[in-house]
DNA sequence: AATACCATACGAAACCATTCGTAACATAAA
DNA sequence: TTTATGTTACGAATGGTTTCGTATGGTATT
């Protein structure tokens, strides 16, 4: 992944709006985000702003107002945060991370059937 | 886990040679810093130094120079790192984060079969 | 003791992310 | 058209991390 596609925290949380309400507005954004956290409109305006900027994000003008959509990728962005952290915590190594994760939390006895048939298909795949 | 021991990267990179190598002087870590990095060695002393305010590592006073060992456990920064990522990108799914880093990287068979026998603890101890 | 060498302390610069205030602009209501 | 409401652009302040230069102090070599 392009360096230049790392999102910052708050444009994380920007990214994880967009991804999941689809394209919106900076109002529809900054409403989201007052739920959990009180800053200002302009912040998040400016946040977003960045963002095009920098590629993140992409924006379309309506009547109103402009309205953002995500460049950057959902699963991209989890498969290089998830490499940033094997290899700055776990020395590189995918299934440190996981035997932590798993023993960090309650795991349901379905979330567990699921693993195991992920495990299952990629022995499948990758004989040897 | 304490707010206070939130590493920062560059903390986070010290303390992952103090975990590797154990108690070590500002210029053994700034020689293993360095191979993959140039900065200079007072920058390396006052990032320690910053840590020792923080609390994050300790230090004794050898003859020659200081000795620092971290305070800061690796498990527990860990299971702060995964938390972190599961919240912010994986919302709140553990499960959702094992699956896509097995997913990223080759697993081998034989770690395959540590996940399989981990599983097979969990389901022992939280039967629900 | 004088010199050279290394470690420490610390201020300050550079950098980056986040935050907000204010001005300019557009749209809708009175 | 005037007023009110909402949106955008943007400069600048804030706060935190990283970086380094320089002064100071200690240890060892000559």
Chains 1, 2 share one sequence.
């Not at 920007?14 to 007052?34: A, D, M, P, Y």
């Not at 309205?67 to 998830?82: H, S």
């Amino acid at each position: 992944m392009d360096n230049k596609l790392k999102p910052t925290e708050s444009e994380l949380k920007i990214l994880k709006i967009l991804w999941e309400k689809g394209e919106s507005t900076v109002r529809e954004v900054h409403n989201t985000i007052s739920q959990h956290k009180t800053s200002g409109y302009t912040t998040t305006l400016k946040l977003m702003q960045i963002m095009l900027e920098k590629g993140l994000v992409g924006r379309n003008k309506k009547t109103k107002s402009h309205v953002y959509f995500p460049i950057l990728k959902e699963k991209e962005t989890q498969k290089y945060l998830i490499n940033k952290l094997v290899n700055s915590a776990f020395s590189g190594s995918t299934s440190k991370l996981v035997l932590q994760a798993l023993g960090n939390t309650k795991t349901s006895a379905k979330e567990i059937e699921e693993i195991r048939e992920f495990l299952d298909s990629l022995e499948n795949t990758n004989d040897y």
